[in-house]
Nanobody, 116 residues
Framework: QLQASGGGLVQPGGSLRLSCVASGRTFSISYRGWFRQAPGKPREFVAS????????YYGDSVKDRFTISRNNAENTVYLQMNSLKPEDTATYSC???????????WGQGTQVTVSS
């Protein structure tokens, strides 16, 4: 089970940090990540992190502004979002890969709204 939190309303240029806690049988998870979806748009990859080793990957639209990190002991993944833009407004969902390597586990979304 994945539980996301930390969304909210922020002004352009501001920052937010999202958290995603995993519970249950997490030993088979290789990657954890964040996706987002704005109304009327397809789901977009934001960032991911390899659980063992910590290698990170980012979508082009968030590179150099967002940082994904993990806390192994707490089974938590964070998404630090800086220099937020109105176009970052979306529902952000955390996900994890299953044994087949697909994004098979999803948490509920948390809304991020960037507006003045």
């Amino acid at each position: 089970q994945l539980q996301a939190s930390g969304g909210g309303l922020v002004q352009p240029g501001g920052s937010l940090r999202l958290s995603c806690v995993a519970s249950g049988r997490t030993f088979s998870i290789s990657y954890r990540g964040w996706f987002r979806q704005a109304p009327g748009k397809p789901r977009e990859f934001v960032a991911s992190i390899k659980w063992s080793g910590g290698t990170t990957y980012y979508g082009d639209s968030v590179k150099d502004r967002f940082t994904i990190s993990r806390n192994n002991a707490e089974n938590t993944v964070y998404l630090q979002m800086n220099s937020l833009k109105p176009e970052d407004t979306a529902t952000y969902s955390c996900a994890a890969t299953d044994r087949g390597g697909s994004w098979g586990y999803w948490g509920q979304g948390t809304q991020v709204t960037v507006s003045s």
